[in-house]
Nanobody, 123 residues
């Protein structure tokens, strides 16, 4: 059984920074892909950033140049460094794991999800 737990969310002013973490426990495939999704108020859950088992990274256009996704396989931890935050980044952020090994922007590709962590960016 795989469990993902996010942490690091909070309230920050526009232009500030925040780093999210996601720890993975349990047994999963070695060649997995992980991603961050977010759900803003009144919106559908959307893909933010992903990293595959070869450490190739992918970002949605709105966060390119501001967010950085990375993973530390030794610590079984996924990170999302968020800089130059904007009010439109306000959302609940979820980490997810795809055991098939390839990154995807589709929620259907991820079998395991964390509980989410709230990120609020004020003006």
């Amino acid at each position: 059984q795989v469990q993902l737990v996010e942490s690091g969310g909070g309230l920050v002013q526009a232009g500030g920074s925040l780093r999210l973490s996601c720890t993975v426990s349990g047994s999963t495939t070695r060649r997995n892909a992980m991603a961050w999704f977010r759900r803003a108020p009144g919106k559908e859950r959307e893909f933010v950033a992903g990293v595959d088992w070869r450490s190739s990274t992918y970002y949605t256009d709105s966060v390119k140049g501001r967010f950085t996704i990375s993973r530390d396989n030794t610590k079984n931890t996924l990170y999302l460094q968020m800089n130059s935050l904007k009010p439109e980044d306000t959302a609940v952020y979820y980490c997810a794991l795809n055991p098939r090994g390839r990154t995807s922007n589709s929620t259907e590709s991820y079998a395991y999800w964390g509980q989410g962590t709230q990120v609020t960016v004020s003006s």
